[in-house]
């Protein structure tokens, strides 16, 4: 069985750094994580309502094999611009694979719906988002803030305030695992009214408070709760599973399929037409192995746990509100 790693961060696996970047009276950011060297990367959607960069070279078929870095971003479509700040950054120290004398680096992206927050969005003509993206991947480190930082800064779910939340776990062969993800969602990662978190069956020494479920259940714990009115585009929970194995971009693209059973273990529902959700996968390949079987198994059921983990320690995290934000913490919840 696996155990999670020293940092219980995706920067426990080798070969990837994490930078936030936010404005509090925007309430809104961007996180972004770059990696030492290419990384094999692919991308799986389930929401119905995404917002994405470069995601199609991602695809197994297509000729791009590593990338530099993977954005995260609040901003709605606006957040598309933090990419190219991460880009410039990644150019000016000279990453990038070469082409007519130029170093293009490969960052895709992807955006969550934060603009009807209770921010500040008055920015003039052009957005903050390329300032904060060259900003976070100009911070980029081992350790990081979770909660109300980076991309989950003006994150919400229908019953609280969302977050950016990462968690890790080292399997029975070794390898690392981690997930980081700014969740924005439509549904909600409590069960029914209560406090409870819908990821409790894979919380790890306490992580996101050791409340476990609750005993008995809610009697309307199936009823799901949604964010009023809600629209496609105004909500989704978007993220990176990442591990120091060697895998290809076809078993990259299983690997983010799995961890998108995270989503379904945390929050209900999930994946709806509202969201955009989204998971990005990607591989350093600091551990050259060939997996059995078993190890194939435990990876995709690790993949769902680490990523439920992490969306709980997300919105476990998340700071008192201020008083123009839309929802209170779930800190503050009684």
Known sequence: ?????????????????????????????????????????????????????????????????????????????????????????????????????????????????????????????????RELGLAAAR???????????????????????????????????????????????????????????????FEVDGEFGGLGLPVPMPADCARPRSKMDPRPGTNTTIAVIATDLHLSKAELKRLAVAAHDGFARALYPAHTDFDGDLVFAAATGARDEVLSAVDRLELSAAAAAVMARAIARGVFHAASAPAFAALPAWRDLV
């Open 1 to 129: 069985m696996w155990h999670a790693g020293a940092r219980n961060l995706v920067t426990d696996v080798v070969g990837l750094r994490v930078g936030h970047a936010a404005d509090a009276q925007l309430l809104s950011g961007t996180t972004a994580i770059l990696f030492d060297a290419p990384a094999s990367a692919a991308v799986e959607i389930l929401g119905g309502a995404p917002g994405t960069r470069d995601t199609e070279l991602l695809h197994p078929q297509n000729l791009v094999q590593g990338v530099d870095a993977l954005v995260l971003s609040g901003g709605s479509a606006f957040g598309l611009d933090a990419p190219s700040g991460v880009q410039s950054h990644l150019r000016s120290i000279g990453r990038g694979f070469e082409v007519a004398g130029q170093r293009v680096a490969i960052v895709p992206g992807a955006i969550l719906f934060d603009l009807a927050n209770g921010g500040d969005k008055d920015w003039g003509l052009h957005s903050p988002y």
């Open 139 to 201: 911070s980029a480190g081992a350790d990081f803030a979770l909660g109300s930082a980076g991309a989950g800064m003006g994150a919400t779910t229908a019953v609280c305030r969302g977050g950016l939340g990462s968690a890790s776990a080292v399997l029975s062969n070794g390898a690392t695992l981690g997930a980081l993800v700014a969740i924005n969602a439509v549904g909600s990662p409590l069960v029914g009214g209560t406090r409870h978190f819908w990821a409790a069956p």
